[in-house]
């Protein structure tokens, strides 16, 4: 059992060092950290002069923790592109591995850069705009954060399956950027947004992940919040199925077609 977790951690490590191109210091740096900070800082700043303190603190948790989403969709989404513009994919689907260890080994190594996003993001708030985190329920904000960067990762999977699968794959991670910015209460409350994008909203990560982390930074108790993380649980779960399906169906279609290219377009 060792020996296959070793060789698994392996497969991961190979898969994020070969296939994620932000790994260099000045890629790395600048999209994980710098990118991240920026841009709660340009919502914070705007929210404080548009509407006044209150806007700004929202902005300031909600952009945080969507920074999550941002950059493990980057990472995993060209990921699982280079995955098939490189040849590995085609290697793997030839070989007797096992396709759901293959399918997660793209992701793993992406849950830290959120964590590192979000992280970097407070930081920078608690510094150099005052954001106050006196009052906050620990354990539940890290139940949440965890929870969400696993939603975030798994989503992040299920759409770079298109990125595989489409050869015109650059569209695919913005539109989910802004999917997950406009409609999961990282700026505008979910229940303003008109009905049919608020039910889109309530079925993207980071929504309730987003509602148990603002309750945690209140300083509510675990037990008021954790229908939120369930749901969010839950999300992340029928994601990460989702995706292993369309992966699996992928390899199928490519195989009787004897190729990647153009599989669905």
């Known amino acids: ?35 991240p900070v920026f841009l709660m800082a340009i919502f914070a700043i705007v929210g404080q002069y548009a509407q006044g303190p209150e806007a700004a603190r929202s902005h300031i948790i909600g952009v945080s923790v969507y920074s999550i989403a941002l950059v493990t969709q980057g990472g995993v989404i060209q990921t699982m592109f280079y995955d ?17 260890l293959v399918y997660l080994s793209r992701g793993i190594f992406h849950f830290p850069n959120g964590l590192l996003a979000l992280g970097s993001s407070l930081l920078a708030a608690a510094v150099f705009l005052g954001f106050d985190f006196h009052g906050i329920n620990w354990a539940l904000a890290l139940a949440s954060v965890l929870v969400t960067t696993v939603s975030c990762v ?11 699968a489409f050869r015109d794959w ?8 802004g999917l997950t910015l406009g409609l999961t209460g990282a700026i505008l409350p979910v229940d303003q947004l008109p009905v049919v994008l608020k039910q889109i909203g309530l079925g993207l990560p980071v929504t ?18 954790s229908h939120e993380l369930v749901l969010e649980a ?9 995706g292993y399906l369309i992966f699996r169906a ?8 004897g190729t990647l290219e153009g599989i669905l377009g």
């Not at 098939?84 to 759901?100: D, E, H, I």
């Not at 798994?154 to 770079?160: E, N, P, Q, R, Y």
């Not at 839950?234 to 989702?242: D, E, F, T, V």
């Not at 992928?250 to 077609?257: C, G, N, V």
């Open 154 to 164: 798994l989503f992040a999977m299920l759409v770079g399956t298109f990125a595989i």
């Open 84 to 100: 098939r513009a490189f040849g590995t994919l085609s290697a793997n689907f030839a070989s007797p591995g096992n396709r759901l």
């Open 208 to 225: 309730h992940g987003l509602f148990a982390f603002r309750f945690a930074l209140d300083g509510a108790a675990f037990s008021s919040a």
């Open 234 to 242: 839950l999300i992340a779960a029928a994601n990460g199925i989702c």
């Open 250 to 257: 992928i390899e199928k279609r490519s195989k009787r077609q």
């Open 1 to 35: 059992m060792t020996g296959h977790l070793r060789n698994f951690i392996i497969q991961c490590w190979l898969s994020y060092r070969g296939l994620f191109l932000w790994l260099n210091p000045m890629g790395y740096v600048s999209n994980v950290f710098l990118g």
């Open 170 to 177: 650059f569209i695919i991670g913005p539109a989910a950027n």
